[in-house]
């Protein structure tokens, strides 16, 4: 749980996002007061964030010292927290004198980071720090965005329609991952697979009218795009998904449990006007993803079928009872249950409609 909140405090760092971003990091401390991470990446930000009113050198010098307290073998990376924090506070002796010591202990893959950092202490200038959101973009013009590994209750503790959800169950995902940031749009579509089954048509629209064969089709191509070179795309696993929806949370909804703001974050049949929209009109998830709860359904990689109890690591369907691909996400036509985080359904993977979409994942080969 730590680590999902401190990963998604650099995600709100990297939007500039400085209230949320501080907000998580302080949920991290109130866990563990004595995790040397959560402390070096506050000092990072007190030091170094683009918001003047948010900076603050003492703040980030006790947090930069209290990181390399709790740390048994001195890390580079402290060292290079407690330049920063001294920088700010303007003391640039101190600073360099710091900074000297994380350039002799960092690794030959951040020594080049260490010298220019060092560089401009000398030049008394403090350091500043553009964001560490880890979104990047592939040749068609999709936008990804690393999903950390971690640990999360998946399912509905409270009572479902269908209780499909049941029983919650710990889900260890013991790697990162690459998440689509919007559902797959029309014009992606069109340019992998050269036509467009859309109903409402628009070109940032999410496709739709496709099956999860045609989805998997969708990955395998793009995959094979001499510009794709080195990655493969695939759906994600349901586990996967509803992680990356949770994105850190424990409630109904990525956003909390009250139903009456899904408006803000979905398109569902109170706001949709019964069609789709473009990708990306509503707010995110706090891991930036958009959509997640309502526009299209999105097709995962997992066969349906019960959940079984106990703890599981990366967990992935390959067979079903009932020969049907899981759908998540809930679309344009469904009530606010059909979008909660947990909330899980299934469709033959031949079969289509208009409520139906995706979203990929991309892995490095």
Known sequence: MIDVLINRAAVHEGM???????????????????????????AFLYAGCLGDEFRNGSLALKHAQKALDLLPTKYWINYSAMAAAYAEKGEFDKAIEMQKKARDDAPSSHKLKTIYRLKMYRDEK?????????????????????????????GASFQTKKNNEKPVHQVILT????????????????????????EFKGPKNPVESVSWNDAVEFCLKLSEMPDEKGFSYRLPTEAEWEYACRAGTTTKFSFGDDDSQLGDYGWYFKNSHSRTHPAGEKKPNSFGLYDMHGNVFEWCQDWFDVYQSGE??????????????????????????????????????????????????????
């Open 312 to 365: 599981i690591t990366n967990p992935i369907q390959t067979q079903g009872r009932m020969k049907y691909r899981v759908i998540r996400g809930g679309g344009i036509t469904n009530i606010a249950s059909y979008c909660f985080s947990s909330a899980r359904h299934n469709l033959a993977p031949d079969l289509s409609n208009s409520r139906l979409g995706f979203r990929v994942v991309r892995s490095s080969n």
């Open 126 to 154: 403090p350091y500043r720090r553009d964001g560490v959101k880890k979104e990047s973009v592939n040749s068609i013009g999709m936008k990804f965005q690393r999903i950390p590994e971690g640990k999360f209750q998946m």
């Open 175 to 198: 790697k990162p991952f690459e998440m689509g940031i919007y559902e797959v749009t029309q014009q992606q579509y069109e340019k992998v697979i050269g036509t467009n089954p859309s």
């Open 16 to 42: 500039h996002n400085y209230p949320a971003a501080l907000a998580d990091y302080n949920k991290a401390l109130e866990i563990e007061p004595n995790y040397w991470l959560t402390h070096n990446n506050l």
